[in-house]
């Protein structure tokens, strides 16, 4: 099983470099941390009492890892989650916030259990996780993946400026399918005609 840090490096990893995207509203980034995060935690990387640009192009890869594993794992309580379903919760919540967290709820209210919607785990939503994973958590790490697809999907059905994230020029599969793809059981990746399908609508 691998390591809270092992798996944050994997998304540095999968983040990439240096952008300054317009069409991404977290502006300036690298290794997936923002200029808006870099703001909110004070950190003035370069030590000359602005946060800007420049502190984000100056984080390190250790350093972009231990905002993941204080900030966006142990801070968010993912650690009471089911194991199978951390990777991919913590994936998305490096790159959606506490959206990460609603997916999932939305995903066990859908499934029966009755708790709030808020972005938090407490003790309930924890529960029902637990619960939601018996006996094999497997299925729920593919449900959550399959919820976390859609929510791409809808965000790009609503944005057309961020459609390039979900399909490529070429017509194919985008970062943000192949990053959810890559936390499901291949029998429910989508193949290229179904995915060609899902997205005929974007023109």
Do not use: C
């Amino acid at each position: 099983m691998q390591t809270v840090r092992q798996i944050a490096t994997e998304i540095v990893a999968r983040e990439g470099g240096y952008v300054d995207d317009p069409d991404d509203p977290g502006g300036a980034t690298k290794y997936g941390v923002t200029i808006h995060t870099l703001r909110r935690l004070g950190l003035d990387i370069s030590g000359d009492g602005l946060i800007d640009s420049r502190d984000v192009r100056a984080l390190s890869v250790s350093q972009a890892i231990d905002i993941f594993v204080h900030h966006y794992f142990e801070r968010p309580r993912l650690s009471l989650l089911p194991r199978a379903l951390q990777p991919s919760v913590f994936d998305m919540y490096v790159n959606a916030g506490s959206q990460a967290v609603r997916i999932l709820q939305r995903l066990l209210r859908d499934m029966g259990f009755e708790i709030a919607v808020d972005g938090v785990i407490g003790p309930k939503t924890a529960r029902a996780a637990e619960d939601a994973a018996q006996p094999d958590d497997v299925v729920l790490m593919d449900a959550y993946g399959i919820a976390r697809r859609n929510y791409y999907f809808r965000l790009a059905d609503h944005r057309p400026a961020s459609r390039k994230y979900a399909q490529t020029r070429a017509g194919g599969k985008g970062g943000w399918i192949r990053r959810a793809e890559e936390f499901l059981s291949p029998i429910y990746h989508l193949s290229d005609a179904e995915f060609s399908r899902r997205v005929s609508g974007w023109g």
